[in-house]
T-cell receptor, first 114, second 116 residues
Framework: AQSVAQPEDQVNVAEGNPLTVKCTYSVSGNPYLFWYVQYPNRGLQFLLKYITGDNLVKGSYGFEAEFNKSQTSFHLKKPSALVSDSALYFCAVRGGSGTYKYIFGTGTRLKVLA | EPEVTQTPSHQVTQMGQEVILRCVPISNHLYFYWYRQILGQKVEFLVSFYNNEISEKSEIFDDQFSVERPDGSNFTLKIRSTKLEDSAMYFC??????????????FGPGTRLLVL
């Protein structure tokens, strides 16, 4: 069965420092991977996705993610964190062939400290 | 930028009552979804809908739940007789198309349902 894991409940980083939010996945077949961000009282906003091609995917708000097949990881990164990046981040994988549902990780709360 | 909208933002209901959660997907999207997030837990898939019929549903989506596209713009989730454990944030999502798997689902802001 397809699954994703976000091993950290919370990540703290100082403003201006690089940030990484980790995600590992388990899929049969080709992985289709997504990152979403949730700000308080808002819905899930799409950041970026990996379908195929370059392992480094660039997305919204300066975020990028690196797909690593050998490590089955899809970590979200940003070179320089902003206080406004503080939010809840979800990694998701498409549920497998024959299904279009997303399977979400448990979420990682990012706190960027001024 | 077009976005998915949902109403109401909050709903409080008594156990056993029926609730209808409403969503307006992005206008040129053809595929619609409902997910829910119980407080402190992960986002879970409920159902997907295309061409006026359910295309996929999860184990959570039992006979208490139904979905409908009553007109050209709205997409609704009905819970017939609410239970305490239905308390959650309900997200509607839509996607323009389905490729071999790379479609992006765009989510609404959610409806927080509280069942007392």
């Amino acid at each position: 069965a397809q699954s994703v894991a976000q091993p950290e409940d919370q990540v703290n980083v100082a403003e201006g420092n690089p940030l990484t939010v980790k995600c590992t996945y388990s899929v049969s077949g080709n992985p289709y991977l997504f990152w979403y961000v949730q700000y308080p009282n808002r819905g899930l906003q799409f950041l970026l996705k990996y379908i195929t091609g370059d392992n480094l995917v660039k997305g919204s708000y300066g975020f990028e993610a690196e797909f690593n097949k050998s490590q089955t990881s899809f970590h979200l990164k940003k070179p320089s964190a902003l206080v406004s990046d503080s939010a809840l981040y979800f990694c998701a994988v498409r549920g497998g062939s024959g299904t279009y549902k997303y399977i979400f990780g448990t979420g990682t709360r990012l706190k960027v400290l001024a | 930028e077009p976005e998915v909208t949902q109403t109401p933002s909050h709903q409080v209901t008594q156990m056993g009552q029926e609730v209808i959660l409403r969503c307006v997907p992005i206008s040129n999207h053809l595929y619609f979804y409902w997910y829910r997030q119980i407080l402190g837990q992960k986002v879970e898939f409920l159902v997907s809908f295309y061409n006026n019929e359910i295309s996929e549903k999860s184990e959570i989506f039992d006979d208490q739940f139904s979905v409908e596209r009553p007109d050209g713009s709205n997409f609704t989730l009905k819970i017939r007789s609410t239970k305490l454990e239905d308390s959650a944030m309900y997200f509607c999502a839509s996607s323009e198309f389905r490729t071999s798997g790379g479609e992006t689902q765009y989510f609404g802001p959610g409806t927080r349902l509280l069942v007392l």
